[in-house]
Structure formats: C-alpha cells, structure tokens
C-alpha cells in the first residue's frame, strides 16, 4: 500500500498563520482539498469516491493495516452493494457467502432467503475486519487517495471565524515526534465512537438515544466455518435466568475453519446493561458439543465497542466538518448494522463535497455542504426514527421476542417482511406486496425535522468544557 511520508516542515500553526496560508506557493505535502480521519468503511468509502471524482484527498489512519476491529463480520446485500460500487473483487480469496439468514427462538428455526431485488444482490458475505479495512484503504490508495497510517488526529484546525480548516495529527513514528498540521478547506469526520473531531466543535451525542454494546470472540469450528446462513438467536437471556435479552446472538462462519461468535445488546429498560460475557458463556453452554464453541477452540480474548445508534449526533455537518458512520451516530436501531451505513454515508459526503468543492469558497459552496444532512435524513430520517421508537418501546423491555414469535416464525411473508425490515432491504418503487406494505409504513411515520444545536450552527465554542 503506497504511505505517504511526512513533510517535516508541516507542524502545528497558529490560527493567524492558518488563515493567511492560502495562496497556491505555500501549499505542502499535508495540504489537500479533503482530509478524510479514519479509514475505517466510513473513511476509505469517502476516500475512494473522492478520489474516483478527481479530487486531492489524504486519509488518516491512527492504526497501521492489518489491524483488529470488533464487528461481527457479516455483511448484508446492502454492504454487498456498496463493496461492488467500489470495484472489491468479492470473488477472490477470503471472502465468504450467505444465502440468508436462520433466526433461532426457542423450538423454532426458520431460514429466510436474502431477497431478490433489483437494488441489491441476492447474497450476503462474511470478511474479517482483520483485512476487510486494509482491502477498502487500498482501494481508496489505488484511486488516488494519499493514505498516512499511524496518524491520530488529536483536534481540528480552525480559521477565526470558528471554520475547520484541517486538523492537527500525532504520528506513531519517533521519526515525527512533533503533531503536523493537515489542511483542507473540508473535512470528513470518520473516527469512529469516539467522535473526537465532533466533540471539539460541541457536537455532542443525543442523550435520548439508545448506544448499544456488542461483544464478539472467534472460535474454531469447522462444523459452522462453512454455513450458507448467518445465525441469529433471539432467544437469550441475562445471566442466571434473568429477562430475555435485549438483543440477539449471531454466529457467523467466516470460511477458514472459524466462526465469529457475539453479542448485541440494548440497555434493558429495568435492568440495566447485562454482563455480556457472562451472558455469552451461558449462551454457548447451550450449544451442541459437535459444534466446537467452547473455551479450548476460542482465538482470542472476548472484545468489545459500542454502537451509536439511529442518527444520535446532530447535525451532522458543521463549519466544513461532515460526520460519517459511528461518528454521525449510523449504526441501524433496527439489527445494530454498521458497515453498509458506513460505506453509503461515505459515499454521499464525497459526492457532496465533490460538488461543493466545484464552487468558489462562499456561500454557494456552503449550501451544498448543507445539503449531506438533508439527503442523509431523506434517506434514512423516517426508517431510523420508527427503529429509534421500536427499540426504545420494545427491544429495550423484551428483545425480539416479541416480533419472533410462533405466528411470524409460521408464515414465510411475515418472515420475509420482518428480514426486509431489519436489514433494510426494499426496493424503490416497490417491486412486490412486501416492498409496497414497507414503503407505505415508512411514508406514515412522519420526517424528523433537521436538527440543528445552536452552538454547532452559529460557531460552538472550541475545546469548551463538558
């Protein structure tokens, strides 16, 4: 993968020196007309689209590839999608399919085929996080993006009318022992949970907003590595006996004599956060002995992260910074999906800046940036909020129990209907009477309105106290 090197006389500058920088002689190496943080799917999805459209992008990541990610490793038809979008060859090595998903209740198991849509492909895929990032940055790299790994963002770099003008870096190397100042007249927040971009501006995460809490571990079982469906259970419970939980278990097969195995978690409304590992534990002790889930065939400690759900940091553009993926708060309330998010979400603020950028700096460019949050919200505002409204009424107090039951796990197009549901999957216009029956329901519940706080809107304070 082609790294950058570092231009040493790049370092951190005042924001006098920031502004009057502007002429073409002074640009440098870490000067560029987007600086995207972090190259995660987010990232390296809006890297490469940039790129794609001609503009000078650099990406920066604070790890070095191959690197660990906690994700549960499956794919569905709408990441499919996007990796296709991008030119990932997905027939290579590595990669491994799934023809649906099996859903696991008590006594009932029930298969449901992935959709056939003229959006989205029929299958779904399993890849390690392990090199599933690596793939898209090198991607991004092999369109034009200049990657510079091992680069930790610490704060954006602001002109003084409060406007993000780059951001200051730390680089891992002792080589770079100073930060560098990064330069660009627009940045794209991908960092992550951390939001550490979005909360120097004051753009802080909705508190009436779910965050979920996933934990996933490897085990090698050659019986499982090799599923055509993805396994979810709905069917857990806290530890010792305690409520259903407000989740699901997933195992995964990833093809190499492995299976990712976890869990995904709401908050219980009157019992708190359950103890995943312990609910883990008990969960696999369930499992039959053949299948090979057990401590002596685990790979690694149990790992886990957060999930910001549903949209829960607004708005999502704000003095030339747009949020992308966790940052923004895209995780779906809906299945805690994250990576087609991402990627889509990456997709949508390279176009928009890619068309800002065609403007000369002023207001016009401006109202094109302000138009990722209304497009994002036209995509998904009114599917977030009825999963925003599902999780906070029903699987924060009983899982998906209440929605797998007997009645739906015994009729096919109530399975259907559901899996379209959870994973997003309708085609536009509706091509049969599931579609029509989802896009109808999502045309009642009513648009959220573009959220804006004031602070962010008008200027915000850098750095203020929280």
């Known amino acids: 993968m082609r790294e950058q090197p570092t231009d040493a006389g790049a370092r951190e500058e005042s924001r006098t020196d920031e502004e009057s920088r502007t002429d073409e002689e002074s640009r440098t190496d870490t000067d560029a007309q987007v600086i995207v943080v972090g190259a995660g799917p987010a990232g390296a999805s809006a890297a490469y689209h940039l790129a794609r459209a001609g503009v000078d992008v650099i990406l920066l990541e604070k790890a070095r590839f191959p690197r660990e990610k906690v994700c549960g490793d499956g794919l569905t038809p709408r990441a499919v999608h996007q990796l296709i979008r991008m030119g990932v060859d997905i027939t290579a090595p590595g990669w491994t399919r799934s023809r649906g998903m099996r859903w696991v209740a008590g006594k009932h198991r029930v298969h449901i085929e992935w959709p ?163 609910t883990l534990d008990q969960w696999l002790a369930r499992t039959p002995e053949q299948w090979g889930l057990r401590e002596e065939n685990a790979e690694g400690p149990v790992r886990s ?51 800002a950028l065609a403007h000369p700096q002023g207001p016009r460019r401006e109202q094109v940036l302000r138009g990722y949050p209304v497009e994002m919200n036209r995509r998904w505002g009114r599917y977030y909020r009825l999963g925003n409204t599902a999780a906070d009424l029903v699987f924060s107090r009983s899982g998906f129990q209440p929605v797998l039951n007997r009645y739906v796990m015994g009729s096919p197009f109530l399975l259907d209907l559901l899996a379209r549901l959870l994973t997003d999957l309708t085609d536009k216009p509706s091509r049969d009477v599931a579609d029509h029956v989802l896009n109808t329901a999502f045309r009642l519940v009513p648009a959220p309105g573009p959220s804006r706080r004031r602070g962010a809107a008008r200027g915000g304070q850098l750095g203020r106290k929280r």
């Open 305 to 355: 992260a957060a999930l910001p759900l549903g949209f829960n940091r607004h708005p999502l553009y704000a003095r030339g910074l747009l949020l992308v993926g966790d940052s923004g708060g895209m995780v779906s309330p809906w299945n805690g999906e994250g990576i087609a998010q991402a990627m889509e979400a990456g997709e949508v603020a390279a176009e928009t800046a890619a068309l």
């Open 116 to 278: 056939s849509l003229g959006r989205y492909p029929d299958f779904g895929l399993s890849r390690s996080r392990h090199d599933f990032d690596d793939i898209l940055a090198r991607h991004a790299v092999a369109a034009g993006a200049r990657l510079y790994s091992g680069w930790k963002a610490e704060r954006p770099l602001t002109n003084r009318a409060g406007r993000v003008t780059g951001v200051v870096a730390s680089s891992d190397s002792p080589d770079v022992p100073e930060p560098a100042g990064f330069r660009a007249p627009v940045v794209i927040a991908a960092d992550g949970a951390s939001a550490r971009l979005a909360l120097a501006l004051g753009l802080e995460r909705d508190p009436r907003r779910q965050i979920a809490t996933a934990a996933r571990r490897y085990y090698r079982s050659p019986e499982r590595s090799r599923e055509e469906y993805l396994e979810l259970w709905a069917d857990l419970r806290f530890p010792d006996g305690g409520p259903y939980l407000p989740g699901y278990g997933w195992i995964f097969p990833m093809g190499d004599g492995r299976v990712n195995v976890g869990l995904g978690a709401l908050p219980h409304r009157r019992h708190g956060k359950a103890d995943l590992r312990a």
